[in-house]
């Protein structure tokens, strides 16, 4: 981990007051782990298959990264195409997305990725023991579309682009060949820092307050001056993290659960759970590392054993990472943990662009929660903490789960708040 | 997906010299070890001035948590008020030389200690 000027990322960040939604250059925005995102787009590629997985990501990418560019090179003063490009290839290192380099015009071109977030991460978690046949940086490939587009004017989600060569397959570089679209896709009007402001509802706060406001607001200003090392990646509490677009983990995630509906309603339920899931991994790896980096220990202090510090620290952790303003409503050790927010980053994404919802989207809002809960129950924080792979399967696929989620409440569903209620099993 | 990570066997800890480094949390490729140092520095701030003397850059931003870069690039995270070392090694470092590399810089860590 690696700090550089301010003009990174640093300035463009911003923090919708008291709704612990993040937005960077008026584009929603959170921060995630390369353990989460590997394990959603893989979510996406088995419900749509390796073909339509890539494609949807791909989709999302451009069009989330195009919402974001256009605000950026703005607020940048970036004009030229030059000026646009180099904008966009230093705030998507700057970012921890890695390095890109697009040489392309209006016409189409070309881009070289080194140590790109997705296919880099992919090969150190799992290239020593599992061969991938498939391209890994749809991400990169539709942000490189997208700032071709914003760079030479280039209508918005017009240009295409196909990974050639990808490091998670082992090839010595990732390559891209980026082209005009024979057949664009219809648009959709974007999702941004404008349609979530407008539809907020007034904020409220829970238990432990004081406490989860303060770490909150430490741990923010912490990662303030967080930006990409030499390599463009942000490596900190023992994973790769990348500042991304909300809308890129919204919209694969939506889509895929539409088509699944539409193709394979059967399927739909198991695609629901491996999204709540997306929550276990993302707070075992990076709510888990956080608590058991020295920084935590120095922050906050030494963990006591008491399940509720971590049940406070977590919903912190969620609002320094621009989830939303998780709060606690109630938790009763190894009963009940019942968490509140005004609004999260799903679900204002979700009532923008699909409307009311009929049932509790907030999936990954779901499987975070419950996870909070194993985590503080389940985890010996007094003793020396090892998060591997061994412990998470067992913790989240060594039999049957001690707990059980149900989203009680959703503003995606028209209700005041979204509340997810974390019941033990066995109470 | 459930793939195993890439360095499952690799050893939980190491001893020599009187210093013991143990892989840290989330420590993917060995490039995160807890330091255990055989006698504990008495003077933190001693210490601290002796990491300086040693080439040790100070990079500190947060008063409770020390963060130096150690030459070759390497960070060491000090935790005055616990006692706690974390080292983490440079992406760039030799990976199957890591758990050696890591004990060698905790014993020499542990003659900067002050001994008065």
Known sequence: MSTVPASASESLRV????????????????????????????????????????????????????????????????VTPVEKMQCAMETFAAMGHGKLQVGA??????????????????????????????????????????????????????MDTAEIACVATRAEQCRFELKQSASPPAQVAPVRDTE???????????????????IAKG????????????????QAFGVFVTMHLAGYYNRISFDALAATEKRAPDSVGVLEELLRESGHVCVF??????????????????????????????LAIARALGFGHWTLQEFVPNKTLVVRAPATYESVYYLSRHGVAKRG?????????LAIAQLAHRVKWTEPVHLTAEVYEALFHGGALPWKVEQTQSTAMGHPFSEVVVTHVGA | MSAPEADDDDPESLTGEGVTVVRGHGCFRRL??????????????????????????????LPSVWDFEAPGGHRLIVLP?????????????????????????ASGLARLVPRE
Request: with cysteine.
């Open chain 1, 285 to 314: 790896n990076t709510f888990g590392g956080i608590l058991a980096s020295p920084e935590w220990e120095g922050m906050v202090g030494k963990h006591s054993g008491d399940p509720r510090p971590i049940v406070a620290g977590s």
């Open chain 1, 105 to 158: 015009a209006a016409a189409g071109g070309a881009a070289i990725g080194e140590f790109l977030h997705y296919g880099y991460s992919w090969m150190q978690k799992y290239g020593q023991k599992v061969r991938r046949r498939s391209p890994a940086d749809a991400f990169a490939a539709g942000y490189a579309a997208a700032a071709v587009e914003v760079a030479f004017g280039v209508p918005r989600e017009t």
């Open chain 1, 15 to 78: 923090y919708l007051p008291d709704h612990d939604l993040m937005a960077m250059a008026g584009a929603p925005a959170v921060y995630h782990c390369h353990h989460f995102n590997l394990f959603l787009d893989q979510t996406v590629d088995d419900a749509l298959g390796r073909e339509g997985g890539a494609q949807l990501r791909f989709n999302a990418a451009r069009e989330s990264a195009h919402t974001f560019l256009q605000q950026l090179c703005v607020r940048k003063g970036a």
């Open chain 2, 32 to 61: 995160t070890w807890e330091i255990h140092l055989g006698e504990p520095p008495r003077s933190w701030p001693s210490f601290r001035d002796a990491l300086v003397g040693g080439g040790f850059v100070d990079h500190t931003r």
């Open chain 1, 361 to 369: 989207p907030e999936l990954f809002f779901q499987g975070a929660a």
């Open chain 1, 219 to 234: 741990l923010r200003d912490f990662t303030a001056g967080v930006s990409g090392d030499e390599r463009g990646l942000v």
């Open chain 2, 81 to 105: 008020e616990t006692g706690r070392l974390q080292l983490r090694l440079h992406y760039l470092s030799e990976p199957d030389g890591r758990p050696e590399l890591a004990l060698s810089m």
């Open chain 1, 196 to 214: 979530v402001r407008a539809q907020l509802r007034p904020t409220f706060n829970g238990g432990d307050e004081e406490t989860i406001a303060g």
